[in-house]
């Protein structure tokens, strides 16, 4: 283990930031589930089936930025910042892509995607509604989370949850205006909180362009250093991003199946898993927040060549990780009740109680997806091996976890909770292949290049 306070004040203290952005934003899809929930029963699952295509989005966005992320923090550790803005101009040009085609598909086939998530009509016709709106918000999420990714790299995180936070608040309040018809305000229902989230999401547009011109000065990103780059480094973002898109593509495909196995089974599990689900991503944000800060970390140590100081960093990473686990799988459990008091009696008396089924099984999956998921995505992506997560999940997802779940839904007939803990238990079993993995120490990859203009060996 680490002794040093130092570690521990600058590890927790990049978490922290990271795990208030990660609040922050996932707190906007909240408050919709929240205020949405208030409103209508219906209303809230429809934009629950709608957040599935904005998670599937959010994964590929993080997977495009995390392939900055880990040449990025390379290069730092390596005192080379040149070659940072040629990274972020080729991961903007992936994930721009990527956006644009998102937006295609969901402006010309909302209904159709919603059947595939859901057979009530009721909901589907409210996600309809939201659709139409929100899918102009998706290339304006994507420019400004690569960004803000990408300055991660070098150390700068601030601007994050800045940025999230003025989300929040405009989101918040717009939601309440539009939503409801307060103060004069036309009630809109679904489409006044997809308004307001569109015009949160140019707010925070915004935001990060006014701090790249006016205060960054340590990569001097402009919009000409980011149109004008030299293609070669192209190759080696794609050399290393490609895995880790793959990987979030999966997964946010793996997730967008789930969605639709529960939403088959009824308007009140869709309702129960939008709640346990927005729960547990607010609850668990310490966790994504220590595992973004060890990729970081991680990859500085490499990039400056201490790989000798590899040894006890990955020992103390495993523990605070176990930690961080076990006191957000509490939380979850003991909040229970009290989050569902938030919903105001809306909900119905058996999605009420599916609601806390769902959150005792996300308790206990929380405390292994806490220690592999931060092992898997930040120590061993951070050290250079995207490719293993992706490989992994491949055969977790497609082979075990969707296949099982669907044959308990539709084949067994067995309760909801037993679906929906079947489609969470790789949490738990992906511990073993992590451990292995990471024991291995083959994870550790020189990803930058040499002084020659080529690729340093691992």
Same mark, same amino acid.
């Given at each position: 283990?680490?002794? &040093? ?12 930031? +990271? ?51 880990? @040449? ?25 892509? +990527? ?39 998706? $290339? ?12 991660? #790299? ?9 940025? %999230? ?21 036309? &009630? ?16 925070? +547009? ?6 790249? *011109? ?6 001097? @990103? ?114 229970? #009740? ?55 999940? @491949? ?9 099982? %779940? ?6 067994? *007939? %067995? ?8 489609? *969470? ?6 511990? $073993? ?6 024991? %291995? ?18």
């Amino acid at each position: 283990m680490i002794r &040093e306070k130092t570690f521990y004040r600058t590890f927790f203290a990049l978490t922290l930031s +990271l795990a208030l952005q990660n609040l922050l934003t996932y707190g906007v899809n909240m408050m919709d589930t929240v205020m949405l929930g208030r409103y209508s029963q219906d209303a809230m699952g429809g934009v629950s089936l709608c957040n599935q295509v904005q998670f599937l989005l959010q994964m590929l966005v993080v997977g495009a930025g995390e392939g900055a992320v880990v @040449l990025g923090a390379q290069y730092w550790g390596k005192n080379e910042l040149d070659p940072i803005p040629h990274i972020i101009g080729a991961a903007l040009r992936f994930g721009g892509a +990527l956006a644009v085609v998102m937006f295609a598909v969901v402006l010309a086939f909302p209904r159709q995607l919603l059947c595939l998530l859901s057979n009530d009509e009721n909901v589907i016709g409210q996600g309809v509604q939201y659709f139409q709106i929100i899918c102009f918000t998706y $290339i304006i999420f994507t420019v400004t989370n690569i960004l803000v990714a990408s300055l991660r #790299s070098v150390g700068i995180v601030k601007i994050g949850y800045i940025i %999230s936070f003025s989300t929040l608040c405009i989101n918040t309040c717009l939601n309440y205006l539009l939503i409801y018809g307060r103060f004069g305000f036309p &009630e809109l229902g679904v489409r006044g909180a997809a308004i307001a989230t569109l015009i949160s999401r140019c707010v925070e +547009l915004l935001i990060v362009a006014y701090y790249l *011109k006016c205060r960054e000065q340590r990569l001097r @990103l402009t919009l000409k250093r980011l149109l004008r780059i030299d293609t070669s480094y192209i190759r080696d973002y794609a050399r290393i991003s490609s895995p880790v898109l793959i990987n979030q593509a999966l997964w946010g495909v793996a997730q967008m199946v789930q969605t639709g196995i529960l939403g088959h089974l009824g308007g009140d599990v869709t309702a129960a898993n939008a709640i346990a689900v927005q729960v547990y991503q607010v609850l668990s944000v310490v966790a994504y927040g220590a595992a973004s800060a060890s990729g970081i970390v991680v990859g500085k140590t490499i990039g400056s060549g201490r790989k000798e100081e590899l040894h006890p960093l990955v020992t103390t990473l495993q523990v605070i990780f176990l930690v961080i686990g076990v006191f957000s799988g509490l939380a979850i459990f003991l909040l229970r #009740s009290p989050i569902l008091a938030v919903f105001g009696g809306t909900l119905t008396e058996r999605a009420y109680a599916l609601s806390m089924q769902f959150m005792v099984v996300m308790a206990v999956t929380t405390v292994g997806t806490a220690y592999q998921m931060a092992c898997d995505n930040g120590i061993i992506r951070g050290g250079g091996d995207t490719a293993f997560s992706a490989k992994m999940n @491949l055969f977790s997802m497609w082979l075990i976890v969707v296949p099982f %779940s669907a044959m308990a839904a539709f084949w067994w *007939k %067995s309760a909801p909770v037993v679906v929906f803990f079947l489609l *969470k238990w790789d949490q738990l079993y992906k511990i $073993i292949p992590v451990t292995i993995r990471l024991h %291995s120490w083959k994870w550790v990859k020189t990803v930058t290049r040499s002084e020659d203009g080529g690729k340093t060996a691992g």
